[in-house]
């Protein structure tokens, strides 16, 4: 049995510090790469607008997520803090409701989040495929990204099964390896010259642009697609429940990676159109840094790139990794999911859900298109992060949680800000990125995302009868249970 394992539940370990989890989180950056070209496809060099704005939009959404981890120390992220503001331990009816609005949000973040393996295992088998001609003759890109993803989860699983803190070390080791070279593609295009400035001024925004429905709808897309990448590292936050010290860990972890991502995301943008230009940007839209470095560095910058990317990529698929595998311990803790799946080792280490997530991914890669992926993912991160913050608002009027010990706090008023934002997700983003979906890869990974969150309803009502309620209703004994283990196990802040 675990170490961790307290009243029947299993809980996970506190073993790191706000340093060890940025790490983690540092893959977050690297989210940039799929998008790179994708952007400016649409809005040309006002891309490099659009990823300050998200980023900024971070700052503003992870204030309240930081108060929410301070909060509720012992609840993992978002998943986590949804689950518990919208419970109602006295529901009367079938089902709690509340419950299921915390475990679908919870579940949306977990598919925002779970098929960046399958993504970056598909880049990493296209860039194999290109860097090593004796690969590409006898192997597929498909064969090559399955087998990828079979080393590289494999390699992950074994690593993070020693616990967090190993998965932090490792995190280290990759942040060195490829946010440095990440950082000298940024800068180096600016110090060698070979950015002109006119490719940005004379082509900052598309020539046929209207501010019609259709474009307004495009432009809602294409900052759900944009907050997939430049919001996400509210991941830091998903360790809640494993810092040390989460008053003061969770607020500097978020802090310092969002001054990355704001500095990275706009060099980078900025130093690809500079050097290419719109036009090339496009004709380059899988990877345009590859160029970029052929321009600056000459023939020998582009293999030192892929091999860069190649360990940039291992990086972000082992931040979606630990913190898909964190979001559905979450979920089975709390209910929500098969008790199983919460089932961790005597390190702390959630084997079961990761387990499932990468078989679940290894499935994905059947699908072969990394940008059908990403575009459903998006549906589920952005229905998250609207729900997320609704949850925010909640917890702030509701008197269960309005007067709740807050080691770390967001500016007065910061309901208002979080009530802005948690619409803009959700209807504006959710709506924009389906009709952006449509127009750019027809229909299907649409279709792909809602079935795969549709999927939770039956699981839910499976985890619901598992925990022993007769047509859905807890006993007296069993309320009593869940009501002392919550107390503890929830507003406790200590360790």
């Given at each position: 049995m675990s170490e961790n394992r307290v009243d029947g539940v299993d809980h996970l370990k506190r073993s790191i510090n706000w340093k060890q989890g940025m790490a983690i989180a540092l893959g977050v950056p690297l989210l940039i790469l799929p998008s790179l070209g994708y952007l400016p496809m649409y809005v040309s060099a006002a891309a490099i607008l659009i990823w300050a704005i998200s980023v900024l939009q971070g700052f503003l959404q992870n204030a309240a997520y930081a108060e929410m981890a301070t909060t509720f120390p012992k609840a993992s992220g978002l998943p986590g803090f949804a689950q518990l503001v919208f419970r109602n331990e006295n529901f009367k009816g079938k089902y709690d409701k509340g419950k299921l609005i915390g475990g679908f949000t919870a579940w949306s973040y977990w598919f925002g989040w779970n098929p960046i393996l399958a993504i970056f295992a598909i880049l990493v088998g296209g860039y194999l495929h290109g860097l090593f001609p004796v690969?590409?003759?006898?192997?597929?890109?498909?064969?090559?990204?399955?087998?990828?993803?079979?080393?590289?989860?494999?390699?992950?699983?074994?690593?993070?099964?020693?616990?967090?803190?190993?998965?932090?070390?490792?995190?280290?080791?990759?942040?060195?390896?490829?946010?440095?070279?990440?950082?000298?593609?940024?800068?180096?295009?600016?110090?060698?010259?070979?950015?002109?400035?006119?490719?940005?001024?004379?082509?900052?925004?598309?020539?046929?642009?209207?501010?019609?429905?259709?474009?307004?709808?495009?432009?809602?897309?294409?900052?759900?697609?944009?907050?997939?990448?430049?919001?996400?590292?509210?991941?830091?936050?998903?360790?809640?429940?494993?810092?040390?010290?989460?008053?003061?860990?969770?607020?500097?972890?978020?802090?310092?990676?969002?001054?990355?991502?704001?500095?990275?995301?706009?060099?980078?943008?900025?130093?690809?159109?500079?050097?290419?230009?719109?036009?090339?940007?496009?004709?380059?839209?899988?990877?345009?840094?590859?160029?970029?470095?052929?321009?600056?560095?000459?023939?020998?910058?582009?293999?030192?790139?892929?091999?860069?990317?190649?360990?940039?990529?291992?990086?972000?698929?082992?931040?979606?990794?630990?913190?898909?595998?964190?979001a559905m311990h979450s979920m089975s803790t709390e209910g929500n999911l098969p008790a199983f799946i919460g089932k961790t080792n005597r390190q702390g280490t959630p084997f079961v859900a990761m387990l499932i997530i990468g078989a679940f991914n290894l499935v994905l890669i059947s699908m072969g298109n990394a940008a059908a992926i990403l575009a459903a993912s998006a549906i589920g991160y952005t229905l998250a992060n609207g729900i997320s913050l609704l949850a925010y608002v909640r917890a702030k009027k509701h008197p269960a949680f309005a007067n709740l010990e807050r080691p770390f706090k967001a500016p007065k008023g910061w309901k208002h800000v979080a009530l802005v934002f948690g619409l803009f997700n959700v209807p504006f983003c959710v709506v924009g990125v389906v009709y952006l979906n449509s127009l750019e890869i027809g229909w299907t990974s649409t279709w792909v995302g809602f079935l795969v969150l549709a999927l939770y309803l039956p699981i839910w009502l499976y985890s619901q009868r598992e925990k022993g309620r007769p047509n859905g209703e807890p006993t007296e004994e069993a309320v009593q249970t869940i009501d002392a283990t919550e107390q503890e196990r929830v507003l406790d802040p200590t360790p």
């Open positions: 690969l590409g003759e006898t192997f597929s890109e498909y064969q090559l990204a399955l087998i990828s993803g079979v080393v590289i989860f494999g390699g992950l699983y074994v690593v993070n099964w020693f616990g967090l803190k190993d998965g932090a070390i490792l995190g280290y080791i990759l942040a060195a390896i490829s946010l440095i070279p990440l950082v000298v593609l940024a800068v180096a295009p600016f110090a060698t010259g070979h950015v002109d400035m006119a490719n940005i001024t004379g082509n900052w925004w598309p020539s046929d642009w209207g501010w019609d429905l259709h474009h307004i709808l495009m432009l809602f897309g294409i900052f759900a697609i944009s907050q997939w990448s430049a919001c996400a590292w509210e991941t830091a936050a998903i360790y809640g429940p494993e810092y040390k010290n989460p008053a003061k860990d969770v607020p500097k972890a978020l802090l310092a990676c969002g001054l990355i991502c704001l500095v990275l995301y706009v060099l980078l943008q900025t130093a690809v159109i500079g050097v290419l230009g719109v036009d090339g940007v496009q004709a380059q839209a899988v990877s345009p840094l590859i160029p970029v470095a052929q321009a600056v560095f000459g023939q020998a910058g582009s293999i030192v790139t892929i091999i860069m990317l190649v360990a940039a990529m291992v990086l972000i698929i082992q931040t979606a990794y630990l913190g898909s595998s964190r």
